[in-house]
């Protein structure tokens, strides 16, 4: 199968964009306290996530809870949550589905169509995942930001943007590439079967020459 290289590199970028997505879910570092005007608390260190905050005093003890009511949760950080499941669940199968389209895998035989098709739609699922990535890590951050220059709030209320948002954000770049390395490959290999197997000419039949030819013998069999 031609361009092996390139499906590599997809499925690589992917299992990257996979555990990326993983650590960004679990990560409590979506958005971490913020020590700005008067707010002189320097010792504390707050830490907000889709399952967890925690506290961390003078950089050596980190304590972490759970939430302990699903209910009781914003409307956001529900929906976040929503996506990022999503998302981890899309990319493992789609990790799955790429595997089972490599070239020394025969689920499939030896049938390179087939194996395109499927590398194919692993690189739609990656490219799907990074969107599920996309949308609750660029809806927090924003999130964050308008509350951050709100004046309305509290400057001990206020948070900043989290290890775990650049995470998300650099495994959705991930995932992009890494998908959209695995549609070329498909389309490149499409291309190529259509250049070795083209597509018969259809011969229409001149009319004309087969008349002529039946009005020759004609004649010639009424001489005789």
């Given amino acids: 199968m031609a361009f092996y290289p390139l499906q590599i590199a997809g499925l690589v970028l992917g299992f990257f964009g996979l555990v990326g ?14 020590f700005v005007g008067s707010n002189i608390i320097v010792f504390e260190r707050l830490w907000e996530g889709l399952w967890m905050n925690c506290v961390r005093q003078a950089k050596i003890r ?11 949760l914003p409307p956001a950080l529900e929906a ?22 490599m070239k020394q895998i025969q689920c499939t035989g ?3 169509r087939a194996k395109a098709y499927l590398l194919g739609t692993s690189g739609v699922l990656f490219i799907l995942t990074g969107i599920f990535v996309l ?19 509290h400057v001990g209320q206020k948070r900043e943007l989290g290890a775990a948002l ?9 995932l992009f590439i890494g998908g959209g390395l695995l549609c070329g490959f498909c389309c490149c290999n499409r291309k190529k079967q259509r250049h070795r197997y083209p597509a018969p000419g259809y011969c229409v039949p ?12 004609k004649t ?3 001489y005789v």
Avoid at 21 to 34: D, G, H, I, K, N
Avoid at 139 to 152: E, H, K, L, V
């Fill in 21 to 34: 997505t993983l650590a960004t879910t679990l990560l409590p570092q979506w958005r971490v306290s913020a």
């Fill in 62 to 72: 980190l304590q972490c809870k759970f939430y302990s009511s699903l209910l009781a």
């Fill in 80 to 101: 976040a949550r929503a996506l990022m499941c999503v998302a981890v669940a899309l990319s493992f199968i789609a990790l799955l589905i790429g595997i089972c389209g």
């Fill in 110 to 112: 030896s049938n390179e």
């Fill in 135 to 153: 949308i609750p890590v660029c809806w927090t951050a924003n999130i964050i930001i308008r509350d951050f220059y709100n004046p309305a709030i």
């Fill in 166 to 174: 650049f995470l998300g954000w650099a495994s959705t770049a991930v």
């Fill in 206 to 217: 001149h009319t004309e020459n087969r008349r002529n030819v039946t009005v020759l013998n």
């Fill in 220 to 222: 010639s069999t009424s």
